[in-house]
């Protein structure tokens, strides 16, 4: 039998820089979770401000109350999903 422990994932440089674009806002967020089998775990999330399909302006910034409120809703969605999930599952979403 072998026994391992899991250390951490990570996105690649080259993914990271595709997701990131010019006249977007970007929203990162992150927050300590501990899941059902006792392990905290540091969770990580990305988002990006989106271009209307009638929208006009070339740039679709966010304002910084509207970037605290995603930035609310994403480490709830987080907290929620991993909090009630064992480690083994978590890695898998």
Do not use: P
Not at 23 to 47: G, M, P, S
Not at 59 to 84: F, L, N, P, T
């Amino acid at each position: 039998n072998c026994l391992t422990d899991f250390h951490g994932m990570e996105l690649t440089r080259d993914k990271i820089c595709s997701l990131i674009k010019k006249w977007q806002t970007l929203i990162e967020a992150h927050v300590d979770v501990k899941t059902t089998d006792n392990y905290v775990v540091r969770v990580f999330c990305i988002a990006s401000t989106k271009r209307r399909a009638d929208q006009v302006k070339s740039s679709c910034y966010a304002q910084s109350a509207q970037i605290r409120k995603i930035r609310k809703k994403m480490v709830d969605i987080m907290a929620s999903e991993a909090g009630k999930v064992q480690l083994r599952e978590l890695v898998k979403k």
